[in-house]
């Protein structure tokens, strides 16, 4: 067990590191250079020296593996850098933007887990029935959906149309509510953000549940429960769903940290100041420190998930260990 464990780190260990590589690299890739927004619309008349001190100024005009180092030594110390569009340290600006990251892809997450269970049940225990195979052919159709796609589609028609949503942001700015009716308008902004992600990412949990489902039911125990004389919702919740359960649940560590990710694109088309608006925002002003505050958090949330999942597997299954 201890040597499972421990090579399971070491993995994501390596993992962790190529990753943090990739994340200083790829904002550089990009075509374009943050000088145009630091010194704004006179970049065109800088002359040569006065663009290297400029450069100069971010530790741009260091050469690139003296950069590379900066930034992993800053890392290991907690440093983040300092955004160039904010003018503040990346640790802040993640500290304002994560908790509604969280909040968003927390609420998300916890819907579609549960509806992904509860459908999947339901058109596993009916295999083969017309619900069985309308619940698959909606949520197949679900999982196809871009995300970008539906979010248009559901402000076009929420907000616009019926007006009953908010088009974008998380609150409204300057309104002075407090107590329940701060809520409330908290809840209106997250309603359409929450609708799209949650109907994205719910298929993968109903599709689990529902495979698993079809391959406990014909096990003893099930066979059991019938021939004693249980009713059929005993036999569906006391024995088939609670055994179907665990390979959801690494579905569930996994979706952890790929919900983060996924999320950058919803809040983009929403407007809602979490991580991946800030990330998209960042793109736009070429600013290298604050892109690589933000792929870091999604390197860490999808790193963090699937580590869990491979640790927490064999405690839920000891049979993998086994034959480990």
Do not use: C
């Not at 290297?52 to 950069?67: W, Y």
């Not at 950058?264 to 690589?292: C, H, K, N």
């Amino acid at each position: 067990m201890t040597r499972f464990f421990g090579g399971k780190l070491a993995q994501y260990a390596l993992v962790l590191f190529v990753t943090i590589s990739l994340n200083f690299i790829l904002p550089r890739a990009m075509p374009g250079s943050p000088i145009g927004f630091l010194v704004g619309e006179e970049v065109g008349s800088l002359t040569p020296a006065e663009r290297q001190r400029v450069l100069r100024s971010v530790g741009l005009d260091r050469p690139l593996h003296e950069q590379y180092l900066s930034y992993l030594g800053g890392l290991a110390h907690g440093d983040l850098g300092y955004s160039y569009q904010r003018q503040r340290p990346i640790a802040e600006v993640l500290a304002d933007r994560l908790p509604w990251t969280l909040l968003l892809t927390g609420i998300a997450l916890a819907l579609s887990t549960l509806l992904g269970i509860v459908f999947g049940a339901l058109a596993g225990w009916r295999r083969g029935r017309r619900s069985d195979l309308a619940a698959l052919a909606v949520f197949i159709f679900l999982e196809s959906l871009p995300g970008f796609w539906l979010a248009m589609i559901l402000v076009a028609v929420f907000a616009v149309q019926f007006g009953i949503f908010p088009t974008f942001g998380a609150r409204e700015l300057y309104s002075g509510l407090e107590g329940a009716a701060y809520w409330f308008d908290i809840a209106r902004h997250l309603a359409l953000p929450v609708t799209t992600l949650t109907l994205i990412t719910v298929s993968a949990t109903f599709l689990t549940m529902r495979a698993s489902m079809l391959s406990v039911l014909g096990e003893e125990y099930v066979t059991v429960a019938r021939g004693k004389g249980l009713r059929e919702r005993q036999v569906l919740f006391g024995h088939a769903v609670r055994n179907a359960l665990l390979p959801v649940a690494t579905v569930f560590l996994l979706n952890l940290g790929q919900t983060v990710a996924g999320a950058t694109v919803i809040e983009t088309v929403f407007s809602y100041p979490g991580v991946g608006r800030l990330m998209y925002e960042a793109v736009l002003a070429r600013d290298y420190p604050t892109l690589q505050g933000g792929f870091l958090v999604i390197t860490l949330s999808i790193v963090a998930g699937n580590l869990l999942a491979d640790l927490a597997y064999p405690l839920l299954d000891p049979r993998v260990t086994r034959r480990g």
